[in-house]
């Protein structure tokens, strides 16, 4: 059959990755030009695209064409200097090669024997990011600790919350799971309920304890430890805490210190998880002398993963990725800095990363602030021009600037700035007209 399916031809590779970069590269020389915010309304890419898959191989070119024209539009752009939304999801051309490398390798690296490489580079950069972190011997592989890059943050909570409670349940019984107490604070990540009900864990065991603007939305730890009291006093069993540094709504920073004073010492708790099948046995790994990552996520299978990490440390090194951290807290300061020079705007929370809370003051008692806040979000986001999202802290509805774009510069800050302002003149005009 002379156009028999070749899925992996080297030729054809260099001619499309050719292409395809010159696409990505393009796209981020011409990212400004988007709507930061997709404008297409639900729907839009159903009445764009054939009703079934072509029976016939498509072009490349025509592939990219459609990309330009149909995916675009209803892409939220991400990585545009103008997007001051949520969180950053910072891309590098070094982990565009890292990410490529690792399509190209695919590979499954559930166990060390499926590609020492993976396991091993894996452990190392893990080791290397502990360091820079400057993180205890104790968290290190060499010791009783030991990194692993898992899907997402959610999952990453999952496993952790898994291992506890199997743990915990081989000591106590697994009668007692109605009994299990996890502890965090109002401000932590929705991951953690998520988690909570995964793993049975009651939603009225989950105690998620107020935080409010006494401690910066952190969580109190004397608040905690009479929590813990009452529950023990109760026949309950507290079994997970969870702390967080730099929470999302406004990057509270939970007294890790304190916390760790009142939480009971954990020990290592990757054996919990441990799930070693016959067919997956290999002689490495009953002696003992290799990780075995499929033991320390959900999924069996996993992604060469390391390698990003790996292309992104050496290409640009400690210095430059602390400089470029920052820089973005910089950026982030002098955006604070341009609301305190306007009264009818106030700071709710310290700017401690890069993120700022903030929020318009109403005229009078008339006109409630939320709503004016409510609708000061969704002019500015209408523009195009700028995103930027919101949270509620201690009721009131906060408006978030999150900087962490790649390619943001103090102009953009300022143009978004500017944005801000002309939609909050207009806004207190119609109030006071």
């Not at 970069?21 to 890419?45: C, H, M, R």
């Not at 430059?320 to 973005?328: A, G, S, T, V």
Request: with cysteine.
């Amino acid at each position: 059959m002379e156009n028999r399916l070749k899925p992996m031809d080297a030729e054809q590779l260099r001619e499309y990755g050719h292409k395809m970069v010159d696409f990505i590269a393009d796209y981020y020389k011409t990212i400004e030009n988007f709507p930061v915010l997709s404008q297409v309304e639900p729907g839009y890419l159903r009445n764009l695209l054939p009703d079934s898959a072509p029976n016939q191989p498509d072009s490349f070119q025509h592939v990219l064409d459609d990309i330009q024209t149909k995916i675009l539009p209803g892409v939220t752009h991400w990585q545009s200097p103008n997007y001051f939304a949520y969180y950053p999801s910072n891309s590098s051309v070094a982990g565009f090669l890292g990410e490529m490398l690792s399509a190209g390798l695919n590979i499954v690296g559930f166990s060390w024997m499926t590609s020492p490489a993976a396991t091993e580079l894996e452990m190392i950069v893990l080791d290397w990011l502990g360091k820079m972190l400057k993180l205890p011997e104790d968290f290190l592989s060499a010791g009783q600790g030991g990194g692993v890059i898992q899907g997402t943050a959610s999952e990453a909570v999952l496993v952790v919350l898994l291992a506890a409670r199997d743990k915990v349940l081989k000591a106590v019984g697994k009668g007692a799971l109605g009994k299990l107490v996890v502890y965090a604070s109002d401000q932590t990540h929705a991951a953690l309920q998520k988690a909570c009900q995964i793993g049975g864990i009651h939603p009225e065991n989950c105690r998620l304890l107020k935080a409010n603007s006494s401690t910066n939305y952190a969580l109190s730890p004397e608040l905690l430890n009479e929590t813990i009291s009452q529950d023990l006093a109760h026949g309950l069993i507290p079994f997970f805490l969870c702390a967080t540094v730099g929470t999302t709504s406004s990057t509270a920073v939970d007294s890790l210190l304190a916390l760790g004073k009142i939480a009971k010492d954990r020990r290592a708790l990757v054996q919990a998880l441990s799930t070693n099948p016959e067919y997956l046995k290999n002689k490495a790994s009953q002696a003992n002398m290799v990780v075995d990552y499929k033991d320390w996520q959900i999924p069996l299978g996993r992604r060469f993963r390391s390698l990003k990490l790996w292309m992104v440390l050496r290409l640009y090194g400690l210095e430059n990725l602390q400089c470029y951290i920052r820089n973005h807290i910089k950026l982030a300061k002098h955006f604070e800095d341009l609301i305190t020079q306007d009264s009818r705007f106030e700071v709710v929370t310290p700017q401690i990363f890069s993120l700022v809370c903030f929020r318009l003051l109403p005229p009078d008692d008339e006109h409630h602030g939320n709503k004016l806040n409510h609708e000061l979000l969704d002019a500015v986001n209408s523009t195009g021009k700028v995103f930027i999202s919101h949270t509620v802290l201690s009721g009131k509805y906060i408006l978030r600037f999150a900087v962490g774009a790649p390619l943001t510069e103090e102009k953009h800050v300022n143009a978004a700035w500017k944005v801000l302002q002309d939609k909050a003149t207009a806004l207190l005009g119609e109030c006071l007209g």
